[in-house]
């Protein structure tokens, strides 16, 4: 029985995507088993004072930490992180990273496949670029029929919050 190219490109995102995830969090876990505080050192240099808590004003060191987040895991609000409600945030922090990465990487599978699925297109070189959900198309076509036929497929892929069609008609 043949599989569409559509259809393996699904399957093997989905491997891909299972397998990174698993792997991420396996990575995680074996560390607190195993005793050792993945955040020490960079705890560490982010409290100035020493006084093992971290105050607001010493976090923003760290800018991929936001105000809300620093309140959010300041579980027993004293205006401080522990460092275990640091090592919270910041396992919390990377998995959202993780999954964003996946998310796009996933439409941009899901986009390719598309495009290969479609029998004009699919001997054309289209360059597809995903960033939270926004899909940069590029590259060359012979006429504008397949440029506006590629961001039509493209727009009704799941996951897709835009498209930005930078195809370029040569002909």
């Known amino acids: 029985m043949s599989?569409?190219?559509?259809?393996?490109?699904?399957?093997?995102?989905?491997l891909l995507a299972t397998t990174i995830t698993v792997n991420a969090f396996a990575f995680d876990l074996d560390e607190v088993q195993n005793g050792v505080q993945p955040y020490q050192e960079e705890?560490?240099?982010?409290?100035k004072n020493s006084n093992s808590t971290l105050t607001w004003?010493?976090?923003?060191?760290?800018?991929?930490?936001?105000?809300k987040d620093f309140k959010a895991f300041d579980h027993d609000n004293d205006g401080t992180l522990s460092y275990e409600e640091f090592a919270e945030l910041k396992t919390q922090t990377s998995q959202k990273a993780i999954k964003g990465?996946?998310?796009?990487?996933?439409?941009?599978?899901?986009?390719?496949?598309?495009?290969?699925?479609?029998?004009?297109?699919?001997?054309?070189k289209i360059s597809v670029e995903t960033h939270k959900g926004e899909v940069l198309l590029s590259g060359f076509v012979g006429?504008?029929?397949?440029?506006a036929k590629a961001e039509e497929l493209v727009t009704g892929v799941e996951g897709v919050k835009s498209v930005k069609n930078a195809i370029v008609v040569k002909g």
Request: aromatic letters at 8%; glycine letters at 2%.
């Open 3 to 14: 599989m569409s190219k559509y259809k393996q490109a699904i399957i093997f995102g989905s």
């Open 43 to 47: 705890f560490k240099a982010l409290d």
């Open 57 to 67: 004003a010493e976090i923003q060191q760290d800018k991929n930490v936001k105000k």
């Open 101 to 124: 990465a996946m998310s796009d990487s996933w439409i941009t599978t899901k986009v390719k496949a598309k495009l290969l699925e479609e029998e004009s297109l699919k001997s054309l």
């Open 143 to 147: 006429d504008a029929s397949l440029k």
